[in-house]
């Protein structure tokens, strides 16, 4: 079993690229398809995101809501991954993180009570960077911390210019991770996927 | 000791650790907003004086807000907790009978008390006041972020709904921002139950009947993800708008 880290600021398009992941996953064949399960987690006592994805088809979505599964909730993260495990043995779970979350304590939370290594994939708002970067400037880096994979999103709201600025910064965060700029709005490249999942 | 003030001195215990929890809360913030002051000032000196305008605002509010919260009978902030009488059993009419904090069990584990990595959050996060199929207005709190959370019912067709509910999208985030809040993410859902129809025969020679029943029931849900306003700011805000 596979297990995927999607994390990244609030608003940074989590949710949309899942979709398209989670569908890249599945496939278009449902006799080769991928076994994949989506752990969605929300701060907020309502989920939006768990409905929005359970529109979706070929993968099961489980909501874990009133808490942020890389502090306040990780007991039930650790249960719900062992459930899932047990239960469907999937081939891929992905944990779309809240926007609040630093995932690389959730990667940590998985390996030491689990013994299942992870990959974290970060999304970052191109459009807001500069704007967040100053007040939100630890959680932002911090959600960088560790990623394999970075998506900058949003490429179509900003001009080449902010792009490069904003690839300068992401890569003071986090020099080694592998930097790809999407629009979630649009359809993002299968290689993308087929990298993280190698 | 009477159980009317053994009750009462158990909340009023209770709204003491978890104001305490509040205040620790503050003081962690605190010093990590600090610690952040120190770095970028060290980096940009007019961005560090920026920066530490930002977080005094930041601290100042909530301070603010705590105050507010330990006012308050529960630091979560639901419509049924407000109207708490001491004994916590009038509700005032609200139809959240189930909601009765004084039988929340908590076993023996006390939520105040966690330290998950430097992430203070709303200690009551955990009970869910937001069961599906009643209408909710609810604030907690998560480290710097409030979240407001909504669900309310709408009668009238779809498309009707979707237009109703993007105005309020936009009148609460037009509210945040000029609160001088942050917007993290302010999203909503909007749930028709579908058309529904009954067939029905009487005979065997006739065909069925069928009765349309279109839908007119469409459940809004909304939550708002913010930061720099107080707790109290955004339920004003989301109470004015729902």
Known sequence: MKFIVLGGFLGAGKTSALIQFAKYLVGDNPEKAAK?????NEIGEIGIDDQVLKSGGGYDVKGLFSGCVCCSIS?????????????LDPDYVIMEATGVAYPKNIQETVSNALRIPSTIVC??????????????????????????VILINKIDAVDAETLAEVDESVRGFNNHADIFHISANEHIDEAIWAKIIE | MSEEKKNSMNESGSQKSSHQQYSKSLRHIANEAISLAEDIFLLNAEIGIFALSK????????????????KADHSHMGPDHD???????????????????DEHDHGGHDHDEHDHDGHDHDSEDEHDHAEEGQEYLGITTHDESVVGSVRRFYSGTYEDAVEY?????????????AAGGIIGHIKAYIRSEGD???LSVTDDESDSNIRMYPSEKTTLEMASIVFLITPDELKGILESEF
């Open chain 2, 196 to 198: 529904s129809c009954m």
């Open chain 2, 83 to 101: 109207e708490h009488d001491q004994d916590g059993h009038d509700h005032d009419g609200h139809d959240h009978g189930e909601h009765d904090h």
């Open chain 1, 75 to 87: 007991g039930e993260l650790v249960t719900s991954i062992a459930e899932i495990q047990k239960d």
């Open chain 1, 123 to 148: 999304l970052v708002d191109a459009k807001r960077w500069k704007r967040l970067l100053i007040p939100m400037g630890m959680l932002i880096p911090g959600q960088l911390e560790d990623a394999s």
């Open chain 1, 36 to 40: 994949c399960v989506i752990i969605e």
């Open chain 2, 165 to 177: 509910m993007q105005g309020k999208v936009k009148a609460v985030a037009e509210k945040v921002a």
């Open chain 2, 55 to 70: 977080i005094k605002s930041v601290i100042d509010r909530r301070i603010s807000g705590a105050e507010a919260v330990g």
